[in-house]
């Protein structure tokens, strides 16, 4: 099957990709793995999960969020936003597509896809001028190695199929990871009655979501050292309350939340109430990580032991681009993220392109579509003359 433009993954970047190019009546046709555009909002995230971003940063190419939209919305808010827009802009993703293959054909300068069709298992075949990688930052989850994982005679998950506490009442419970899922999840655990801990192992700052949304509206206007400044202060302030916080194992980078956030990707995480139970007692902090596992009692590096019945890993993704595209080197690094710096990351070179990997959230993934889409229509105008 031909196409002029092949986009890969159907989740918030690619559905935005493929109407940007629909705007410029650029044929186009999106593979998608699941049988469902979205599936990461829509099979992946928590219950009580809300955007942590404020509306107006959470919106897709011609399609602004109506008044009645809460300013932070919650995950099921955005779930009925994305069937609108794919209602409106009437998007057809081909499902149970998964691509695991695709290379540059110097022989005919296309691009070669190969899906697998999930359901009858055949190899598909696609020739386009141009791919556009929307696979997600959040492509595989990660898992880091545990020394005695295997031996652990509990429960392990990681926080993509984690859905609600309700599951783990009275339960001894590990949460690895202090960034949003992990705080955000040992906030869910403690409210439903489980034993909870949480291992935090890298430094992070810990914002309100209006500490973050006043952030971002000032970053418009102002160097990032100076909103750094104040929304330290203003963090500082409402932390006073508790003491200081590294007392709690809550320790803070030296570089403010933005810097941070501009130099390592690393998001601050936004409190939903965690802090407040890690200093009533109730969610133990638990720093430095694991050293060893035997039965359901781990040992940590600073001598700790203590049984649990329940291990959630919620310790990130990674991206999965290379895994399936043999010629990365056009567009991405080894670690499957953009080669080129922002703001040329979504380029890459012999017509392939990658939106959603800004790690700018859904913003970011909007901005990547229409840079895309505007840069497809350039090429096709000039080939055209
Ligand atoms: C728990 C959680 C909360 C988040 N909250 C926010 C938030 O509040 N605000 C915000 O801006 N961002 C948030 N994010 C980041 C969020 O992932 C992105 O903003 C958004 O979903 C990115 O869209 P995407 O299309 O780039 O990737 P995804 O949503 O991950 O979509 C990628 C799609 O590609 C498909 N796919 C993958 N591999 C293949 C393959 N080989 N072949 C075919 N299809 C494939 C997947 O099935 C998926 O449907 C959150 C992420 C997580 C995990
Ligand atoms: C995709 O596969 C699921 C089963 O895994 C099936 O229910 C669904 O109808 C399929 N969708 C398409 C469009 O083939």
Redesign the pocket.
């Known amino acids: 099957m031909e196409t002029v433009v092949v986009i ?9 990709t493929s109407v940007c190019l629909n705007q410029h009546s650029i044929p186009n046709l999106i ?4 049988d ?6 829509k099979k ?3 219950d009580r ?5 404020a509306k107006n ?2 919106q897709l190419p011609f399609m602004p969020h109506g008044p009645d939209v809460p300013t932070f ?1 919650p ?1 099921e808010f ?1 779930i009925d936003y994305l069937d609108a827009y794919v209602t409106r802009f009437d998007i057809n993703p081909r499902y149970n ?4 293959f695709s290379m540059f054909d110097m022989s005919n300068n296309k691009w070669r896809v190969e ?1 697998e069709n999930t359901v009858t298992g055949a190899i598909e075949v696609y020739w386009s001028e141009f791919v556009v990688v ?7 989850r990660y898992i880091p190695e545990v020394k005695g994982l295997n031996n652990f005679c509990g429960e392990v998950v990681h ?2 199929m984690y859905k609600s506490g309700r599951d783990y009442k009275n339960k001894n419970v590990l949460v690895v990871g202090g960034g ?2 992990g705080m ?1 999840i040992s906030f869910d655990l403690n409210n439903y009655d489980a034993n909870t801990a949480v291992l935090i192992r890298t430094p992070r700052h810990i914002l309100t979501k209006v500490e973050v949304y006043v952030g971002m509206l000032l970053l418009k206007y102002f160097p990032v050292r100076m909103v750094d400044t104040l929304v330290m202060m203003m963090s500082k302030a409402r932390l006073f309350i508790y003491g200081d916080p590294s007392k709690y194992g809550l320790i803070r980078p030296n570089q403010g939340p933005f810097a941070t956030k501009f130099l390592t990707g690393r998001t601050p995480v936004i409190d939903v109430g965690t802090v407040r139970k890690i200093h009533e007692g109730k969610i133990q902090v638990i720093n430095g990580g694991i050293r060893s596992i035997e039965g359901k009692t781990l040992t940590f590096e600073n001598g700790l032991r203590q049984d649990f019945d329940v291990i959630v890993f919620a310790t ?2 990674k991206s ?2 290379c ?2 595209l043999k010629n990365y080197e056009y567009v991405m690094r080894d670690d499957g993220f953009p080669k080129n710096p922002m703001p040329d990351h979504w380029k890459g070179e012999k017509n392939i392109y990658c ?3 800004s790690r ?6 909007a901005q ?1 579509a229409m840079s895309v889409a505007q840069d497809i229509k350039s090429i096709l105008e000039t080939a055209r003359y």
């Open positions: 890969v993954g159907a989740g918030p970047a690619g559905l935005a593979l998608e793995k699941e469902i555009y979205a599936s990461l909002w992946r995230a928590y999960l809300k955007l942590h971003l940063f959470c919305m995950k955005f597509r998964t691509v695991k899906a929307a696979t997600g930052e959040n492509g595989e926080s993509s949003n899922s955000e990130g993704y999965s681009v895994n399936w939106a959603g990997f700018k959230g859904i913003a970011g993934a990547d």
